[in-house]
């Protein structure tokens, strides 16, 4: 039996974890020591070993750092079983979803990626009197290192830290640090702060989900003593327990309940800011709506903002944006003259490593946002509206709708206008083949020049009548 000492962390653990892998040592041959030793053999990024090469599946390697966060002693062994399982013989090892050991791992990224969820949605900064801004925060799983990135992204130009019981982040707006854990007692307790959360939390407090179940599954207990809200639940539970029976029976979520009537649309843009129809915004960091000239003829709408589109708050400002505008001029469509927008107004992706991987909306989702979709078309009251890949045609049509039978039709809508459906941007960008991926984009622009066309030809009808 081998004792491997590491120093409990990912890397210390991947270069004990290459050297042992490399010679072969077979994983019941290994006792795993977190708690001591050098950070281990080698520096390289990959996991290679003694000039072995490594080759593993990019989702392991997007994974394992994930999994390694987990706060049990069970990750090392977990995923050292699957290295070596992987790098002798059984190289699809993480394809076969019924295998114990790729069950165990698929539970423990689930648990931590959860975990990191909560974080991003829970930390509360509190001022200082010399303007940095502190949390404390108690996680489940070691994610600090791991998830003081999201911070940094999204409080980049503050200097904070944040605190948690085994490690804490020193953000200074230009260097990320880490250092040892501290106390719930080291950070400040109070703050001009917890009053605007307070007063933000009261006047989005919505009754209808003021059950106690869904609330603390969103809103975990232990997380209460940290969130300045919290004080107010009991009040406003009592507050408000005469209207919740009526309104859960009728309630389903959606962004109905935040699109004020007879709303502009720049007064709808601020609404949909605050707009919490579904738990999507809880992740991404704004709502990305719709832009162009309220008069437009014809509305483009994709599926849901991007990486790029989420931090940008612009819709198609990304790659897939590239591949649009590009289309449009081919097509002989101004971008300027139209109006675009997605069916689902928030970023919804799971996080790999440091990236951001678009997730697809699910039913649920697209239905809670479709009321934003439908109130941007009955102002905009467009002639055309062109349904960019099957969840833009979803909540555009309100059916289920498929690309390649439908595709380039002129469909009634339900509005009063013509809708036509076709594939997404960036379904392009995901071809691998280069050829066909042209193939794909030139069918793009044809798609647009015969709406092009179908708004020339509306012209030509009403001229003549
Ligand atoms: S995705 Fe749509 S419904 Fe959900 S919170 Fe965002 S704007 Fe509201």
């Given at each position: 039996m081998i004792e491997a000492r590491f120093n409990g962390t990912w890397q210390g653990w991947r270069d004990c974890a290459r050297a042992l892998t490399s010679r072969h040592?077979?994983?019941?041959d290994i006792l795993w020591n977190a708690s001591a030793g050098s950070p281990g053999l080698f520096d390289s990024d990959e996991l290679c070993g003694e000039g072995a090469r490594l080759n593993v599946p990019r989702d392991f390697l997007e994974c394992a750092p994930i999994v390694a966060c987990?706060?049990?002693?069970e990750p090392w062994r977990v995923l050292y079983r699957l290295l070596f399982r992987i790098t002798h013989?059984?190289?699809?090892?993480?394809?076969?979803?019924?295998?114990e050991d790729v069950l165990e791992f698929r539970r423990m990224e689930k648990s931590v990626r959860r975990d990191m969820h909560k974080m991003h949605a829970f930390v509360r900064f509190r001022r200082t009197a010399d303007d940095d801004y502190i949390a404390w925060y108690r996680p489940d799983h070691d994610i600090l290192h791991i998830n003081a990135d999201f911070f940094v992204r999204r409080f980049g130009s503050m200097r904070w830290a944040i605190l948690t019981p085994t490690a804490s982040a020193f953000w200074d707006a230009e260097t990320l640090r880490f250092g040892p854990g501290a106390p719930h007692s080291a950070a400040p307790r109070d703050d001009e702060l917890e009053d605007l959360w307070r007063t933000y939390y009261a006047s989005v407090f919505n009754p209808a989900r003021a059950n106690v179940r869904a609330m603390t599954k969103e809103l975990p207990v232990r997380h209460w003593p940290t969130l300045p809200e919290a004080a107010l639940i009991p009040k406003l539970l009592a507050e408000s327990s005469l209207r919740i029976t009526a309104i859960e029976r009728t309630h389903t979520r959606s962004a109905t309940h935040f699109i004020p009537a007879g709303a502009s649309l720049p007064v709808l843009r601020q609404a949909a800011a605050g707009c919490e129809g579904c738990d999507l915004r809880l992740y991404a960091t704004q709502t990305v709506f719709g832009e162009g000239p309220v008069n437009a003829r014809i509305v483009l709408v994709g599926e849901q903002p991007g990486d790029s589109e989420d931090l940008a708050g612009r819709p198609f400002a990304g790659p897939a944006g590239e591949v649009l505008d590009c289309a449009l001029r081919e097509a002989g469509?101004?971008?300027?003259e139209v109006y675009v927008t997605n069916a689902v107004k928030h970023f919804k992706f799971i996080e790999r490593g440091k990236r951001r991987i678009h997730e697809r909306p699910r039913g649920p989702e697209i239905s809670a946002c479709r009321p934003w979709l439908e109130a941007e078309l009955r102002l905009i009251r467009p002639d055309l509206i062109v349904c960019m890949g099957a969840t833009a045609a979803q909540s555009a049509l309100g059916r289920a709708v498929r690309i390649q039978s439908e595709r380039g039709v002129f469909l009634p809508h339900h509005i009063g206008a013509e809708a036509m459906v076709t594939i997404h941007p960036s379904a392009i960008l995901r071809i691998p083949d280069p050829v066909a991926a042209e193939a794909e984009r030139v069918r793009l622009v044809a798609d647009l020049r015969g709406a092009a066309a179908r708004i020339r030809g509306l012209d030509n009808t009403m001229k003549l009548a």
């Open positions: 040592t077979p994983p019941w987990h706060r049990s002693p013989g059984e190289r699809h090892l993480l394809e076969i979803e019924s295998d469509i101004d971008r300027e």
